[in-house]
RNA sequence: GCCGCUAUCGUCUAGUGGUCAGGACAUCAGCUUCUCAAGCUGAGAACACCGGUUCGACUCCGGUUAGCGGCACCA
């Protein structure tokens, strides 16, 4: 495609990233921001963040503050736009108000637009009358040829007017989308559209194309939906004599059943993955591959990588399928990979959130950045994102949430504690339930789960009476990991039944299960959890001790409940 | 309804006239194993349909079908 070797050499080329402010931005917004900027950057040029928020109902602050969040989060920086002044601003098109009334004056002065007085119900109607008799839907162009004369006996009337464009659209109009390739429109199928409810009033359209030219911007990058929106704008930048831009159109991510992405599955806002703890070199990853591949099998990008090798050329032209699984998997992925103290520090705001551990509300401020009020903190009303960490925080000691101890927890310890997940975690909110029951003081769970197989009650608590003498024996500088299960694997293979190995050179040995499964239920509660080993380590000798003292503890009480039900029973 | 876009394993995709149609996620099986993961090994799984062009079509052309997008005084 000529155009596409032309972008390679071109110079000076300007893109820019146009959402609005009606919505928190969505996995679709981010991916349309994430291929604009890779352009931009991949060919030196400039990366424009421009708020389209002409809509005054639907436009809220919140909503635009989670746009500049967002993008800042995911590393989508931005050389002009809101906070970054670049000379073509204002970069809010709430701002321009001046800029397109003196367009809007000069389109009228020059006969190319009209008002059109057709009250919005006349329209509805016959656009539904058009429909039934198979013919587009556009605008019949009642209003184009009144008189000035005639609109200001409107005006004068108290008319409501909306200013539309004076389509004499006569040929084809034809663009070469960098994506798609030659896209063609015929004449007649647009009709004399609107572009402004008044003068201080743009459409979209309108104030679209205006700002693409004010901002000199050489390549629009956009979203699928756009496709018929481009001839219109092409039209109005020929009623204005400015230049057309050139297209690339991406197409849309789809649910699962291949229907427009919808609350239902999938259009969940970004910043609630970064909540669940999706980490933003996971979601680039995932959403740089849902229409775009590299000339080799690689699957693992990361946005400074992709500076250097994205193109639209190889951009997808189909829309693709929003997959979660295949999210979760680059999020544990990327979570495996992260150094034991990063990782450690981005759990930390869980477990403080889930009161887990507590931070003592004078020491925040020193510790946690930005910092959520001292109401919000109390009220545990925060959100994750507010409790991004300082680099500070691996010299930490934070008080544990433990009323009857004083015990202070090191950073050291939860770096162990979150050692033994890393393995099994596919996203950072799971930490929680993972790990809960090292900063617990006592755990719940049901008598049964410390069943492994058919053991008798009896049994349960002969194999957690050798796991405690065979614990009770181990000194405490002997307490690790190596030890431990040297330990604990000689003890277990001596309390369960043979069973025949399939190796015949192994010798037959106790099934392990007899007494670590009781022993790790015991110490977690948990029917999935790291190693016995790993648990005991971590957990340390005294508290390990305890834990089975209380699932035997567990089990008498249950025993006793049985018999007097037993008992019960046999009296009737 | 009208206009436009799209069409390879379940999903994301590689592929540009001659390939055993490749990879990843998911699935299944095996190894490992006290559980759950992770890891390793292996398996199954696709060119929407119909015509045409050609010695030869997943690949080029036409049509059909299906999906998506748009047809606002939203963006």
Redesign the pocket.
């Given at each position: 495609m000529d155009s596409l070797t032309d972008v390679k050499t071109e110079k000076g080329i300007r893109t820019r990233f146009?959402?609005?402010p009606?919505g928190f931005l969505q996995l679709g917004n981010i991916r349309t921001a994430l291929f604009t900027y890779l352009f931009a950057r991949k060919n030196q040029g400039v990366f424009i963040l421009r708020i389209?928020d002409?809509?005054k109902e639907?436009s809220k602050p919140e909503y635009e503050k989670d746009i500049l969040e967002t993008m800042k989060w995911l590393g989508l920086n931005w050389d002009e736009g809101p906070e970054v002044d670049g000379g073509f601003g204002p970069y809010r098109q709430s701002e321009k108000l001046d800029v397109y009334e003196k367009y809007l004056r000069q389109l009228l002065e020059e006969n190319k637009v009209f008002y059109c007085f057709?009250?919005?119900e006349e329209?509805e109607i016959q656009?539904q009358y058009q429909?039934s008799q198979?013919?587009?839907?556009?605008?019949s162009g009642k209003c184009r040829d009144l008189s000035p004369a005639a609109a200001q006996e409107n005006f004068r009337q108290g008319k409501?007017a909306?200013i539309r464009l004076k389509n004499n659209q006569g040929e084809k109009t034809v663009f070469d989308d960098l994506i798609?390739?030659r896209?063609?429109?015929?004449p007649g199928?647009i009709g004399d559209?609107?572009i402004a409810?008044g003068l201080r009033e743009p459409?979209?359209?309108f104030s679209c194309v205006i700002d693409d030219f004010d901002m000199k911007i050489t390549h629009v990058v956009r979203g699928?939906?756009?496709?018929?929106?481009t001839p219109k704008q092409i039209l109005l930048q020929q009623a204005l004599g400015f230049p057309t831009p050139k297209y690339a159109h991406l197409?849309?991510i789809?649910a699962?059943d291949?229907?427009?992405l919808s609350k239902r599955h999938g259009a969940v806002p970004v910043r609630e993955y970064r909540e669940e703890g999706y980490l933003a070199e996971a979601l680039i990853n995932f959403l740089v591959?849902?229409?775009w591949?590299p000339?080799d099998?690689r699957?693992i990008f990361s946005l400074k990588s992709l500076l250097k090798e994205f193109s639209l050329e190889?951009v997808?032209?189909?829309?693709?399928?929003f997959?979660q699984?295949?999210l979760d998997?680059l999020n544990?992925?990327y979570l495996?990979n992260l150094s034991l103290e990063s990782l450690t520090e981005k759990c930390l705001p869980y477990l403080i959130k889930a009161g887990l551990i507590k931070v003592s509300a004078e020491s925040i401020p020193a510790q946690l950045i930005p910092v959520p009020t001292e109401e919000k903190w109390r009220e545990q009303k925060y959100e994750i994102s507010e409790l991004s960490l300082s680099k500070k925080v691996s010299e930490l000691s934070l008080p544990k949430k433990v009323e009857e101890s004083q015990e202070i927890v090191e950073f050291d310890y939860l770096t162990r504690v979150v050692g033994l997940y890393q393995?099994?975690l596919k996203k950072l909110s799971e930490i929680v339930e993972l790990t809960d029951f090292f900063f617990k003081d006592k755990i719940v769970y049901s008598f049964e789960l410390l069943r492994?197989k058919e053991m008798k009650d009896k049994e349960i608590k002969e194999s957690l009476s050798v796991a405690e003498k065979t614990l009770e024996k181990v000194k405490t500088e002997d307490w690790q990991k190596q030890n431990l299960e040297t330990v604990l694997l000689a003890a277990?293979e001596k309390t369960g039944p043979k069973v025949q190995q399939?190796?015949f050179r192994v010798k037959d040995r106790g099934?392990?299960?007899y007494l670590?499964?009781p022993l790790?239920v015991a110490l977690s509660g948990k029917?999935?959890?790291?190693?016995?080993?790993e648990i005991t380590e971590v957990l340390g000798q005294e508290k390990t001790l305890k834990r089975i003292k209380q699932a035997k503890m567990l089990l008498e009480k249950n025993n006793k409940t049985l018999f007097s039900c037993f008992a019960r029973s046999n009296k009737s």
């Open positions: 146009a959402p609005s009606t389209e002409t809509d639907r057709c009250p919005e329209l656009r429909l198979g013919q587009p839907m556009i605008y409501k909306i798609r390739g896209i063609e429109f015929e199928l559209f609107s409810k459409l979209y359209n699928e939906d756009h496709v018929s929106n197409s849309m789809l699962p291949r229907s427009k591959l849902l229409g591949h000339e099998e699957e190889r997808q032209k189909s829309g693709a399928v997959n699984l295949r998997w544990g992925f495996r393995q099994r492994w277990a399939a190796d099934d392990r299960g670590l499964w790790r029917k999935a959890s790291a190693s016995p080993f």
